[in-house]
C-alpha cells in the first residue's frame, strides 16, 4: 500500500464520519459522496484524485463494481478510524506544503463550530487559520513564480531586461506601486461579489430563527396548537460562490476569516437538523432549542459579516419600514432571550408544584 495523499486523507475521513455506526455495512451514493467532498473543500480534480488514491490502496470499493457507489473495505475501516482519530495541535509547526496546509485549514475551520466567538479558544484557532493561510498565500506565490520570471529577474530602480535582443526596460518601483495599490480595490471588489449570495444565506438563517423561537415557545408553553413546520424549514441556504470564486481569494484576510467562520457555523446548524430530526425519544422542546442555539451563533457571526463587508451600504433593504439586516437580528435575538426567559419562569413554577 502507498502512502495516501492528503486529500484522499481528509476524504476518507469524512467519508468514514457519514457512516457513523454502518461501518461495512454503509453504501455512500455518487450524489452523497460528492456532496461529502464539496463540503470538506476538496475541489473536482482533489476528489477525483483522492477516489483514485483511495480504490488503488484498497481503502473503498465501488459496490457492486459496475456502480460508483463507495463501501469500505475492512481494512479501509481501520485506516478511516485511526485518521478519525487523529487531531493537528495548535502548537505544531505550520505545515510547509499546499496540500497538508489545506488539509489542516479543513479542520480547523470546522472546529470553529464548536466554540463560542470571541472565547480564547476561538481566538487561538483565528490566529493558527491566519498563519495557515498567510503561508498558503507565500507558498502560492512562490508556485506561481516560475512564469514570472521575466518581470521578476530585474534588479535596482532603473534595470534593463534584454528577452530575444529586444530591450525590456523597466523601472522596478513603477512596476511594484500599482500592484499595492490595486489591492484594496480587489479585496473592495471581492466583498461586492460576494455580498449578494452572503446576504441571501443570512435572511435564510433569519427565517430559520423565527422558525425556531415559534416551535420552541409553541412546545414549552404546551399550546394546544403547534406549528407545522417540516424538517427541510430548518435547512440552510448554501452559497454558489465560496469557497472556490477566485474572489475568495481577493478578500482582505479579516474578511475572510469571517466568512470563514460564519459559513462554518451554516454547516453546524445542518449537521443538528439532520442529526436530530425525527430521532426517536427527543423532546421537541429541546429539539428546537438546539435549533435555535445554532441559528443564534449562526446570526451573531453574520452580524461580524455584515460589518466587514458593507452589507447595509451595497444591499440596503428593500423599503425602509423592514429596518437594515443588522436590526432585524438584533430583533430577533431579543425575542430569542425573552422566548428564554420565559421558559425558564414555566420551568421554575412547574418545579415548585
Known amino acids: 500500500m502507498t502512502p495516501l495523499g492528503p486529500s484522499a486523507r481528509l476524504f476518507v475521513a469524512e467519508l468514514r464520519r457519514f457512516a457513523g455506526d454502518k461501518r461495512l455495512n454503509a453504501r455512500i451514493t455518487p450524489m452523497e459522496w460528492m456532496a461529502i467532498a464539496k463540503k470538506a473543500g476538496l475541489s473536482d480534480q482533489s476528489r477525483s484524485e483522492a477516489v483514485t488514491d483511495l480504490l488503488r490502496n484498497k481503502v473503498i470499493v465501488f459496490q457492486p463494481e459496475t456502480t460508483q457507489i463507495i463501501s469500505f473495505s475492512p481494512q479501509g475501516i481501520e485506516i478511516a478510524d485511526q485518521l478519525v482519530r487523529e487531531r493537528p495541535k495548535l502548537e505544531d509547526p505550520i505545515p510547509q506544503d499546499l496540500d497538508s496546509i489545506r488539509l489542516e485549514t479543513a479542520y480547523w475551520t470546522k472546529d470553529l463550530t464548536t466554540c463560542d466567538p470571541g472565547s480564547n479558544w476561538w481566538e487561538w484557532v483565528q490566529a493558527r487559520l491566519a498563519e495557515l493561510r498567510q503561508t498558503e498565500q507565500r507558498l502560492d506565490a512562490a508556485a506561481l513564480a516560475p512564469q514570472q520570471t521575466i518581470q521578476a529577474n530585474f534588479y535596482g530602480a532603473n534595470a534593463r531586461v534584454n528577452v530575444g535582443s529586444v530591450d525590456h526596460s523597466s523601472n522596478s518601483a513603477s512596476e511594484i506601486h500599482p500592484v499595492k495599490a490595486e489591492s484594496p480595490n480587489r479585496h473592495s471588489e471581492a466583498r461586492r461579489l460576494l455580498a449578494p449570495e452572503l446576504q441571501r444565506t443570512i435572511d435564510r438563517v433569519l427565517y430559520i430563527h423565527g422558525r425556531a423561537i415559534a416551535n420552541f415557545v409553541s412546545h414549552s408553553a404546551d399550546s394546544s396548537i403547534k406549528p407545522t413546520d417540516l424538517k427541510q424549514d430548518f435547512i440552510p441556504h448554501w452559497p454558489k460562490l465560496y469557497p472556490n470564486s477566485p474572489s475568495v481569494r481577493d478578500l482582505a484576510e479579516e ?46 457571526l453574520a452580524l461580524i459579516c455584515i460589518e466587514k463587508f458593507e452589507l447595509e451600504t451595497l444591499i440596503p433593504p428593500p423599503y425602509e419600514s423592514w429596518g437594515t439586516i443588522s436590526f432585524r437580528i438584533n430583533q430577533s435575538l431579543n425575542s430569542e432571550e425573552q422566548a428564554r426567559n420565559a421558559h425558564l419562569a414555566r420551568s421554575e413554577t412547574n418545579a415548585k408544584r
Open 255 to 300: 474578511d475572510a476569516a469571517a466568512l470563514i467562520s460564519y459559513y462554518d457555523s451554516l454547516h453546524a446548524l445542518d449537521d443538528d437538523v439532520n442529526d436530530w430530526w425525527g430521532r426517536e425519544g427527543q423532546l421537541p422542546v429541546d429539539l428546537f432549542n438546539t435549533f435555535l442555539h445554532r441559528a443564534s451563533r449562526c446570526l451573531r
